[in-house]
């Protein structure tokens, strides 16, 4: 078995693409998610090592001296670092001539020759879920003979079969005893509405929604809903809470954790005596008796894709879900007492000023506990991204991050320049967190938490100085346009 690094790469500092953040990019707040899919086949290759660069604050230079020690290295990459990525690939191989470096993510599944071709140092890429084909190489399987790769062979590319979907999740290791057992610092990962610290992993893989813009079931995990058993999740849940005794909160990160009420009743009846706090993402169609049994079972919060206040928009983007059941769902949610974390999209085809003033008023409507507001990306492999390049929206010599991994648009609309999309999204979040109830609810809030509290002020720097360098692009973006 080949000493093996399962690496996810300081594209740019502070980058979150974590193996499980489903936008890529550098927060407004330190923010970052745990490398889940990473975990998996670190847990199949006896010896291996999962290093998380970014949170950790390991440097590009540190990673190249530590990755001179392995023979293998599973890069998890993503669309707006991967040139970061490719460059990282080459200084190692520079330094380890003889390393082996794969290519894996949602990225290289849907541009696998493209990848290959950005540089001789990236010997393979995966396509989709990669598991089983990185364990086999580390074994010393030909290429040749693993399903679901791209490699060089003889001047040309040979792609082999696509591997079976797994649908044994059970036989997959646990993501939390990796975690442990590489040293994963619980304290380094923070999501703002999360409490801290908190640990993740998943139950389930696969979403059977449609969302147009989504990156994970159109490019890697697929459609196809697949599920652990309760009693695996619950096991690992167990552990999860003797392992990391100063975690606050689990947070079961699959792409819809409330897909099947019968399967997440009986979690709920498995989680009440456990007497712990847990949160998941969830759509708006759970009714208010299954929310009931949740927060009983010690739920405290939802991460939900509200996406936008317009219903044209979400037909556009095929959500599946109407503003009348969003009400709804909002209003149980307030009723049974947990709490929502609202993400919103500005760009999204059909967007116009009057729908991102829809949007603004419908978020303050719902009121959610507290909200995140992107710009839209489209990825490619995803049917947002066929859309706005078949119609002359997509503007490809335009990156789609700054110097510093935060977002930046990269589709525009006739009546919706980009610098229009940047001064939508610091309105939104001022007028929806200006107002005296939200203020109340934070200040009230971190008054009995001092962690909180610190924790606050920090955010808040960090906000001010993202809104400083926005101010700058929207200023730039102005000057172009009246120099053109």
Not at 318 to 345: L, P, S, W, Y
Request: with cysteine.
């Amino acid at each position: 078995m080949m000493k093996t690094l399962l690496l996810n790469p300081p594209s740019f500092e502070n980058f979150d693409a974590g193996a499980s953040s489903r936008w890529p990019s550098t927060r407004e707040v330190w923010s970052f998610w745990y490398p889940v899919w990473l975990a998996y086949p670190a847990g199949l290759i006896p010896n291996s090592r999962l290093l998380d660069a970014a949170p950790h604050g390991v440097t590009p230079e540190e990673t190249i001296k530590i990755a001179a020690e392995y023979e293998f290295v599973v890069l998890f990459s993503s669309t707006a670092g991967f040139h970061n990525d490719v460059r990282l690939a080459e200084m190692m191989k520079g330094a380890n001539p003889s390393l082996k470096i794969a290519f894996v993510g949602p990225h290289v599944s849907v541009q696998p020759e493209e990848s290959l071709k950005a540089s001789e140092a990236i010997d393979f890429v995966t396509y989709k879920e990669f598991d089983y084909a990185v364990r086999d190489f580390a074994a010393g399987k030909p290429l040749e003979d693993i399903p679901g790769v791209t490699f060089r062979k003889d001047g040309r590319f040979v792609a082999t079969p696509p591997p079976p979907q797994i649908t044994d999740l059970d036989a997959l290791p646990w993501a939390t005893k990796v975690y442990q057992r590489d040293g994963v610092d619980v304290t380094k990962y923070n999501i703002p509405f999360l409490l801290h610290p908190y640990v993740s992993f998943y139950t389930t893989r696969g979403c059977p929604a449609l969302c147009t813009f989504c990156l994970w079931p159109q490019t890697f995990d697929d459609h196809p809903w697949r599920e652990r058993s309760v009693d695996d999740a619950v096991e690992e849940v167990k552990y999860a809470l003797k392992a990391f005794p100063q975690v606050r909160e689990i947070f079961f990160d699959d792409d819809t954790f409330t897909i099947r009420k019968e399967r997440v009743l009986a979690m709920c009846e498995k989680f009440k005596p456990m007497k712990f706090t847990w949160s998941c993402n969830s759509r708006v169609h759970v009714d208010l008796e299954t929310l009931k049994a949740m927060r009983s079972a010690g739920c405290r919060l939802f991460i939900v894709g509200l996406e936008s206040g317009d219903p044209q928009i979400l037909k556009n983007i095929k959500k599946g879900t109407t503003i009348e059941q969003a009400r709804i769902f909002m209003k149980n949610c307030k009723k049974v007492g947990i709490k929502v974390h609202g993400d919103f999209i500005i760009g999204l085809p059909g967007e116009t000023p009057e729908t991102i003033d829809r949007t603004i008023a419908f978020a303050k409507e719902l009121d959610p506990e507290t909200i995140q507001v992107s710009i839209a990306h489209a990825f490619p492999g995803t049917e947002l991204y066929n859309y706005v390049t078949q119609n002359g929206y997509f503007r490809p010599n335009v990156e789609m991050t700054d110097g510093k991994g935060h977002q930046l648009p990269h589709i525009e609309y006739p009546d919706l320049p980009r610098e229009k999309m940047m001064e939508a999204v610091d309105r939104f979040y001022a007028e929806y967190y200006l107002r005296p109830r939200v203020i109340w609810r934070i200040v009230k809030n971190a008054m009995f938490d001092s962690r909180d509290r610190r924790r606050l002020t920090q955010e808040a720097k960090e906000y001010i100085r993202l809104h400083s360098d926005r101010l700058k692009f929207i200023s730039a973006q102005k000057k172009m346009k009246v120099a053109a």
